[in-house]
Nanobody, 129 residues
Framework: QLQLVESGGGLVQPGGSLRLSCAAS????????IGWFRQAPGKEREGVSR????????NYVDSVKGRFTIRRDNANNAVYLQMHSLKPEDTGVYYC??????????????????????WGQGTQVTVSS
């Protein structure tokens, strides 16, 4: 059973940077596409970024393009989200989620979280002065 644990969140000033980590255990991440989602207070969860199982394809929601970078290290069973130039609107709980690679064709066409089968507990990111 795949288990995911996020870390790296915290309080940062606008313009600052954070790197979130998603550590996997229980099985290898090699066969899973990974998505990062976030949920701000009072808002629905939204997709932020995703990466294919081999790392060859990455996608970003428009609001984070040019500021966030997703990458994976399958040897260490981890995925990372590097966030730069953070804005107050980036505040929220950030979750990583996994779905088997055969679902990439489904998850890559929209930012729905419905096809992701495994979720971490989330890590809080607060961008505030």
């Amino acid at each position: 059973q795949l288990q995911l644990v996020e870390s790296g969140g915290g309080l940062v000033q606008p313009g600052g940077s954070l790197r979130l980590s998603c550590a996997a255990s229980g099985t290898t991440l090699d066969y899973y596409a990974i998505g990062w989602f976030r949920q701000a207070p009072g808002k629905e969860r939204e997709g932020v970024s995703r990466i294919s199982s081999n790392g060859g394809i990455t996608n970003y929601v428009d609001s984070v393009k040019g500021r966030f970078t997703i990458r994976r290290d399958n040897a260490n069973n981890a995925v990372y989200l590097q966030m730069h130039s953070l804005k107050p609107e980036d505040t929220g709980v950030y979750y990583c989620a996994a779905t088997l690679s055969y679902k990439w064709a489904i998850v890559s066409v929209n930012w729905s979280d419905a096809e992701y089968d495994y979720w971490g507990q989330g890590t809080q990111v607060t961008v505030s002065s």
